[in-house]
């Protein structure tokens, strides 16, 4: 089989949607498939190439807009002759990830030409947020366009979780199942074994400092701001209590520039550090505004370390109730603080839900049962 996965951004970007297609793509060609991805250019990468993992990789011209968060395709002289190439050698089964990015709707737009079978599949459940009011009503009615565009094209959808379905019904799409997004546990726990031995080492803190770790974009969907802004409350309860937030992006800078006491703001980290912190973490805390199914809470989970985060995406799938771990009311600084002492105050309650969720993790979230998801569907059968 020849699978196609189109991801408008890809590794070495570091995100839910990239690891997502390269789980999928590199587990694909281990069993012999030949599996192609095709995504953005990134600078310094060669525009076509077979990786490590056998995977080969078209990286197509594009304009990186919203500073690289909506790149679209640059139809020059390169593209025209990297298309012809890829197009060329005919797919049988292709994955569009996601549906709103251009690179998707030319993709969606080819294989429906071409008569090649193709699914489209969701990562998210909310709008895109632009912090702009005129852009965000702009942004919205792309995204309803966008849709609408992959509905002809395209026209069978997927979500990699219950709550990616159901947000798909705001356009008027009517999603024919889950592609859950997953992890390889004891892969994450090998990779965190290679990161960082010890974070409150390397951070000057005391070895039984109370530890809440964030890993993710350093965006305001993500929820930095509200978890920054929860560290006092907390440190007031729990003396000494400190707060990692691991990733690059935008609000970095204003983070870094508080002088918040317990606040260390990592940047951007290698994947087996960011694991490690993880693994060392007393807490998980992802106050997220919206999510498909976030990477970073199925690794958390692999990994036992305690959880709390919004009712978004798949969350409230992994944590079925306060016995897998903590689903915050509001995004609100207090109720997040509120949420991170009571875990914080009760190892007991952290060691009960690290080993419950892990378990729900091994039983439902593995990669092995999204691979065979996928085949399922493409050999025309169902998934739920």
Known sequence: ??????????????????????????????????????????????????????????????FPVMHGRLPVIRKNAQFRTLAAQLWADRFDFCVINTYFYPLCLYAARQTKRRGIPAICVNHG????????????????????????????????????????????????????GILTNAVDPAEVRQTAALGEPNWRSRLGLSADAPLIAFV??????????????????IRRAVPGAALVLAGGGPMLADIRGRGTEGLFAVGELAYADSLSLLAQ?????????????????????????????????????????EQYGLLLPDRTPEKTAAACIRALQNPAWRRNAAENTAKQLEENYTWNRAVAALEAICKGGKTT
């Open 1 to 62: 089989m020849h699978y196609g996965f189109i991801s408008t951004q890809y590794l070495p970007t570091a995100g839910g949607v990239e690891r997502y297609t390269w789980n999928l793509a590199r587990r694909l060609a281990a069993q012999g498939h030949h599996v192609t991805v095709v995504t953005s250019a990134l600078h310094g990468l060669p525009a076509h190439e077979i990786d490590a993992d056998g995977i080969e990789i078209y990286r197509l011209p594009s």
């Open 125 to 176: 459940s909310a709008w895109l947020m632009t912090g702009n009011p005129i852009l965000a009503w702009a942004g919205r009615v792309y995204e309803r366009c966008a849709a609408g565009y992959l509905q002809k094209n395209c026209g069978r959808f997927y979500g990699v979780s219950q709550a990616a379905c159901e947000w798909l019904s705001t356009f008027g799409l009517s999603a024919k």
């Open 216 to 233: 993710g974009r350093m965006i305001p969907e993500k929820g930095v701001d509200t978890l920054a802004g929860a560290l006092p409350e």
């Open 281 to 321: 973490a007393d807490v998980f805390c992802l106050p997220t505004r919206s999510e498909g199914f976030a990477c970073t809470v199925l690794e958390a989970a692999a990994l036992r370390c305690p959880i709390i985060t919004t009712a978004t995406g798949g969350s409230p799938q992994l944590l079925q109730n």
